[in-house]
């Protein structure tokens, strides 16, 4: 079994800046996949970024030049966000798509974490 722990969210300001962070643990033999999702109420959940284990990174239209998704080796996931707005404002999971025993592949999912911007 695998566990993703995310840390990180809370409450800012506009333009302000926080860091969400998403350990994965368990039995764990490669980490192909990594991406941040959320979810506002109302809405449907959407990708936000991704980082695939080459290195190459994905971040929708809204959120270049704000957020920054990263990796350790120690399969961590970072997302840097910069100059918040208001509509950042959401439940943000971490997901990750695991190669375990036997070469299966699972995708997990984190447990969510807030996100508040206020105007």
């Known amino acids: 079994q695998v566990q993703l722990v995310e840390s990180g969210g809370g409450l800012a300001q506009a333009g302000g800046s926080l860091r969400l962070s998403c350990a994965a643990s368990?039995?764990?033999?490669?980490?192909?996949?990594m991406g941040w999702y959320r979810q506002a109420p109302g809405k449907q959940r959407e990708l936000v970024a991704s980082?695939?284990?080459?290195?190459?990174t994905l971040h929708i239209d809204s959120v270049k030049g704000r957020f920054t998704i990263s990796r350790d080796n120690a399969n961590t996931v970072y997302l840097q966000m910069n100059s918040l707005k208001p509509e950042d404002t959401a439940v943000y999971y971490c997901?990750?798509?695991?190669?375990?025993?036997?070469?299966?592949?699972?995708?997990?999912w984190g447990q969510g974490t807030q996100v508040t911007v206020s105007s």
């Open positions: 980082i695939v284990s080459g290195g190459s």
């Open positions: 368990g039995i764990i033999f490669e980490i192909n996949y």
């Open positions: 997901t990750a798509d695991v190669v375990g025993l036997r070469a299966s592949k699972t995708t997990y």
